[in-house]
């Protein structure tokens, strides 16, 4: 909590900052993740733990709005890889299951998660969310081939 306007000043900055990751990270890989509020500690010692041990100079950033069970977690891309951003991946995505966590806080599921949905929602769920989706958009026209995976 700030105590003085300065300090609520320099909170807001650092706060606002997140748009300069980019800029000082270089191309970056990010994630928008959901964990009980108690867990969160251990999913950023794990993040951080298994990324560095991949990547020894891999630089992993976490933040979010705690207090609503949503950590962002931000890394530069790591070199040497095919496809920096399913590596980092996978190995996130995975501890989001370990953890029981969701693929996302609040960006939603798009087509970047499709294939990590199943990592934390059974496959009765993601029929309910079919079974739903076709009950409101008969018809497919509410962006088709986001949200869900090919059935």
């Keep these: ?23 000082v990270l270089g191309p970056i890989v990010s994630f928008d993740i959901s964990f009980p ?25 976490s933040y979010g709005h705690i ?34 966590g969701s693929v996302s806080a609040e960006h939603g599921i798009g087509t970047l998660k499709l ?3 199943a990592y934390t929602r059974s496959p009765a769920e993601i029929a309910l969310m079919r079974t739903l989706k076709r009950a409101i958009d008969p018809k497919n026209i509410m962006n088709p081939g986001k949200v869900l995976p090919a059935a």
């Design 115 to 117: 294939d990590y949905l």
């Design 1 to 23: 909590i700030a105590k003085s306007e300065k300090e609520g000043r320099e909170l807001w900055a650092l706060r606002d900052a997140v748009s300069e990751y980019g800029r």
């Design 37 to 61: 509020i108690g867990e969160i500690g251990g999913v950023v010692a794990a993040i951080e733990a298994r990324l560095a041990k991949r990547w020894p100079d891999i630089v992993a950033l």
């Design 67 to 100: 207090g609503d069970s949503n950590l962002h977690v931000v890394t530069n891309r790591p070199a040497g890889e095919a496809d920096p951003d399913r590596a980092v991946g996978e190995i996130v995505y995975g501890i989001v299951r370990e953890f029981e």
